[in-house]
């Protein structure tokens, strides 16, 4: 079936913009996951939904950020007032239940955002 | 602060040879175990996962967990110039948030597989 799927794939937007990033994770799959990684580095969590809760957004880094998911299925993630130091990719990733260990996270193709 | 450490790299290896890619974590109530591959320019793909000690073996692949040193190793055997890549370790704890199974990677170790 369809995997993980993000868009935009590129984003370029001038600094003090909002954006929005859209995921639409694995049909069924109950856990949605933001990350954020940068060049050389692994991706570092932002925020889980489970269905339509957002219950964890401790990776946010601060309150220019914010995510939903308003029917369980598809999340956007938005960033206000865009700065330089945004710029990196977000990826998103879905399991099927998030709350057993063995579950397994499948991660979209990412968005590349730069802010010039 | 949960930490995943993992050598960077690159680590270069000759075709058909064993390659084995290693991995540290700091928190002791982290539960699974996640190796990711990545190629260059691509999202990060599970291989394979592991929660209890001793060996799991996926085909090539073995993965390697011992909770009491905090160490987990993947073992590629027969390496094959396709399996040149960056891999990832990633752990959970079940407690980290309000019941997330977030994923905390390490850095990622290249993996160059020389024909």
């Known amino acids: 079936g369809a995997g993980v799927s993000q868009s935009p794939r590129y984003k370029v937007t001038k600094r003090g913009q909002d954006v929005a990033l859209r995921c639409d994770p694995i049909?069924?799959?109950?856990?949605l996951y933001w990350y954020r990684q940068a060049l050389g580095q692994g991706p570092e969590f932002l925020t889980y939904f489970n269905y339509e809760a957002q219950q964890d957004k401790s990776g946010l880094p601060n309150d220019r950020f914010s995510a939903e998911r308003p029917e369980g299925s598809i999340s956007t993630l938005t960033i206000q007032r865009t700065e330089q130091r945004d710029s990196a990719m977000y990826r998103c990733?879905?399991?099927?239940?998030?709350?057993?260990?063995?579950?397994?996270?499948?991660f979209g193709p990412g968005t590349r955002l730069t802010v010039t | 602060q949960k930490e995943v450490e993992q050598n960077s790299g690159p680590l270069s290896v000759p075709e058909g040879a064993i390659a084995s890619l290693n991995c540290t974590y700091s928190d002791r109530g982290s539960q699974s175990f996640f190796w990711y591959r990545q190629y260059s320019g691509k999202s990060p793909e599970l291989i394979m996962f592991i929660y209890s000690n001793g060996d799991k073996e996926d085909g090539r692949f073995t993965a390697q967990l011992n909770k009491a040193s905090q160490y987990v190793s993947l073992l590629i055997r027969d390496s094959q110039p396709s399996d040149s890549a960056t891999y990832l370790c990633?752990?959970?704890?079940?407690?980290?948030?309000?019941?997330?199974?977030?994923?905390?990677f390490g850095k990622g170790t290249k993996l160059s597989v020389i024909p």
């Open positions: 049909s069924g799959h109950v856990s």
């Open positions: 990733a879905s399991s099927l239940f998030g709350r057993e260990r063995s579950d397994e996270q499948y």
């Open positions: 990633a752990v959970t704890t079940p407690y980290s948030g309000a019941g997330s199974y977030q994923l905390t």
